[in-house]
Structure formats: structure tokens, C-alpha cells
């Protein structure tokens, strides 16, 4: 693998993952000048100020012009307005490309604006936090960590092996999916559980005002990680079971099967059933951690 150094990387949507990805580039010199553009008059500022960019502006357009590389890193409702107004600004032989939660919604927002001669891209680095906003980001944020990307099958190879480099050298693996199978998986290992969490979080806060407060005071490491999982960005989540809609009401709907199940066995006293299915998880659990540590 050869690290591309671009000329002018352009990363629209400077918050958590946009000022990550800026922190690792300018680590590891992937970029001669990186400029950075978002609707956020005060993130694009901040931006600047913590000098993780060279440039910065509120105008999409702007930072796009002249870029060899751009990066998507706006919630995914955005995707078709900053397409459409980047979309005259790109230069021919540029490659747009995008880090979003959900790949078929991203296609069939972005494809449409794609001016001839433009390489998209899609792309998903499997790594976040609850946090948001360019103070939360930081380079150590990929290492280790698993990167999808989803070309199109008229995806120019160059430019999809250009990426996969890109998210190489900033310590990330590479594979590909289909876009509609990287959606289905990631509607059961991240869009399911954040609903999970969202959910029993509220329902925790909907109890009597003298139980909210226990819960509040006594919670434990369980309750906690909801916690964490539940203060996740309400925008970007809301655009990600916007736009992955099928994928997410399909596993909510065997969710929601399996967890009548339990109820039954809890109601019935049916022990073992429980047993079983603890003890299968446990295992799966072991084999997330020994696949981590592999
Ligand atoms: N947070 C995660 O764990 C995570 C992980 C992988 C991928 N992603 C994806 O990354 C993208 C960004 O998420 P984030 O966590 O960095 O969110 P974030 O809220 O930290 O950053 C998004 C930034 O985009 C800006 N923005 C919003 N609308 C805009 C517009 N129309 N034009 C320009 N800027 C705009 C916001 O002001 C903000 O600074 C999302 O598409 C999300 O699905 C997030
Ligand atoms: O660790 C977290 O806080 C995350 O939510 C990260 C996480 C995930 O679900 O694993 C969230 C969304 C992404 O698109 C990728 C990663």
C-alpha cells in the first residue's frame, strides 16, 4: 500500500468523524492543504482555531472547488442539497467519496448530482462515539477498526483503491459490500442497538418522578452503557432509521418476536429457555472479544 497524498482534501461536515479524519491526515501527511467547510458557522471556526485544517468556510462549493478529494461527513438527510451544490464546484477526474451510517439511501441521494468525470465512492468506517462536533474528534479513532466501502459497479477501480488507501493509512482494514448488504448487517450490529438503547433509556425516564430518580442515582455499569449509547447525536440517528428504514423494521420485527419469547418463558417459568439463550450469547460475546483481539 502506497499512503495518496492529495493536493486539496475538502471535508465537508467538520464534526466528529470530519475532524477525526482531519486529525489522522494531518498526522500522517496524507494531505498538502486540507480545507474544510460546514453549515455551522462556529464549528468551521473552531475547526480552524484548533488547527486541525488549512481552511475553512460555511460554503460547500467553495472548499469543494479545486479538490482532488472529497469527504462527505454530514448526517445523511444533507446528502442530497450538499451533492447538488458541490456538484458544479467539483473538478473533472475528482473523487467524492463519504463516510455515512447507511450506503443505498447515500447512492440514491448523491448519483443523481454526479457530474461526468466525477469517481464516487461510498464508504463507511465502522468507528464513532456518542460524541459530536469537531472538539470530540481525534486521529486514534481508526486504528484497528473496519472500513466498508461499496463501489458502484461502474466505479472507476483507481479511484475506489485510492480510498481504500486512504482509510489504510490511516490505520483502518478494508473490505467491500454491496450497499444493500452492508445496510442489512449494520441494521443489526449498530442501527438495532442504538434503538435498543434510545428506548430503554426513555422508557427509564417516562417512570414515576421517585423512581427516575433511583434509577438515575443507583445505575450500575448496564443501565450506564445504555446511557452512553442513548446521548448519541439525535440528528444523525434520526437520519439513519429515516434512511434505512426496511433494513431496521425488518430486524426490529424479529427483535420484537424473539423478546415475546422471553416473555413467555420468564411468565412460564420456563428456566432452561433462558438458561440456553444466555449461554449462547455468552458465547458470541467471547468470540466478539477474541475477534478484537485477533
Ligand atoms: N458518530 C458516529 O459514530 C459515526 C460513525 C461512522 C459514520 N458516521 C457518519 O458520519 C456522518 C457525520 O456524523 P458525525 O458523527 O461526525 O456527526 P457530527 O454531528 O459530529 O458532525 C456533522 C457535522 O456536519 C455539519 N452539518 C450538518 N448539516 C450540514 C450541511 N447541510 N452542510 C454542511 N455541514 C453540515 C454539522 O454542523 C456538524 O459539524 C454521518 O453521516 C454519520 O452517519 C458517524
Ligand atoms: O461506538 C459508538 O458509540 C458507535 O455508535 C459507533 C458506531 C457503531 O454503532 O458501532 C455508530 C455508527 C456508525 O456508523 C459506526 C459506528
Redesign the pocket.
Known sequence: MTAPVFDRMAI?????????LARAVRAEGLARSIVC????PE?AARAKALGIVDEAT?D?AEAAAGADLVM????????G??AATIAPALKPGAILT?????KQA?IEAVTPHLPEGVHFVPG???????????D??FAALFPGRWCILTPLPGTDDTATRTVADLWRACGMTVERLEPDHHDRVLAITSHLPHLIAYTIVGTATDLEDHLRHEVIKYSASGFRDFTRIAG??P??WR??FLNNREAVLDCLQRFTEDLTALQRAIRRGEGDVLFDLFTRTRAIRKGVQDARQA
Open positions: 465537508i461536515g467538520i464534526g466528529l468523524i470530519g475532524s477525526s467547510s460546514d453549515a455551522n464549528h460555511t460547500p462527505l461527513c454530514v448526517p445523511i438527510g444533507a446528502y442539497s450538499v463519504d463516510v455515512g451510517s447507511v447515500v463507511h468506517p465502522l468507528a464513532g462515539t456518542e460524541k459530536s462536533g469537531p470530540s474528534g448519541s447525536d440528528t444523525m437520519d439513519v
